[in-house]
């Protein structure tokens, strides 16, 4: 069996995909409810999101298990054409200037008279447009640094900095450009400049270009509750975590589970507690934002049954039949958790989304 920690999407999410590869998974979760941050409520007739109210329509993840799940007609998208984003400079409330995708200006008389950026800024923003592709793949680095050298310092402060905040949660300067933008980074190979290349992407009288937000009719929580139904979930507290010869033990309301391995799900900073991994016989585990499964091969798992699942989950995972030395850990789980190093005031991101 296998022990999932953490009962939000992503132990929810595996504890899905492990069952669907044959693998049955329990998951220990200290709080009441399921769904970690996504939190969905009906208040006075209202549908109200405590957390996030939406997922990314370029990112085909969610969509694939809420496809798998068939809930794929409770999905609704934004509507952009009725969104308006400010920003706060200086103490006033800035709208997005017309014509700016995701950080990238498009259109010319929209970028010239906004108030938001410089002349300098603007003059930057033009010059980029003659931006060569570069000799060489540009090794990864980060947001910040990735924008600043295409637009400038000012529009890391006004744009990447609150966009970016609103859906990751980061600093741009502890996000990898390369998992956040890889969009970006492969037009920047391609055209050089950004701009040029989002312009060069579009195909005329293609459709209309898709939502860039999606959700559920019902709230995210709709997803969260599908997947909790097909769950087995303890809701207690994971007390200690020892390696043994079996696989591991977990205590778990005073009483010991074994596990042939174990999903680490849950907040960063629980994980690395060393508390809950004393007498372990392991590391104590990195505090870094990720989901990790542990020796899953040197207990009975083989990679073979969980290459399906590895892949569904974005893990990177062994090659078949052959064994993990390191267990398996998402994509990314080199990042730490973004710390910004000064205090952000500078920019605020509002946004007013209407649905249906």
Known sequence: MVVIVGGGI???????????????????????RLGGVIQTERIDGCLVEGGPDSFLAAKPWAMDLIRELGLANEVVGSNDHL????????GRLVPMPDGVQFLVPTRIAPLLTTPLLSWRTKARMG???FRSP???????????????????????????????????????ETLSVASVLPRFVEMESNYGSLSKGMLAERTPGAAPAQSIFRTMKGGLGTLVGALAAKATVIHSEVEALERVAGG???????????????????????????????????????????????DCDRHGLRSGQLLEAARRLR???PSEGAPAPGGLHFHGDEVPLPRPARPRSAALLCEWRRRG
């Not at 992503?10 to 979760?29: N, Q």
């Not at 947001?143 to 859906?167: I, M, N, R, S, T």
């Open 10 to 32: 992503s132990g929810l999410s595996a504890a899905y995909y492990l069952s669907k590869a044959g693998i049955a998974a329990t998951i220990v979760e200290k709080q009441p």
């Open 83 to 90: 969104r308006k984003t400010f920003i706060r400079k200086r």
């Open 127 to 129: 010059l980029e447009w």
């Open 134 to 172: 570069p000799a060489a793949t540009r090794p990864d680095c980060s947001v910040a640094a990735f924008v600043k050298d295409h637009y400038g310092q000012e529009a890391v402060d006004y744009l990447a900095e609150p966009l970016l905040a609103g859906v990751y949660g980061g600093a741009p």
């Open 248 to 294: 591991y033990r977990l205590r778990v309301a005073g009483d010991w589970i074994a596990a042939a391995a174990v999903v680490l799900a849950c907040e960063s900073h629980a994980a690395a507690r060393p508390g809950a991994c004393r007498r372990s016989g392991a590391n104590r585990l990195p505090g870094r934002h990720s989901l990790q499964l542990l």
């Open 315 to 317: 893990i990177s995972g």
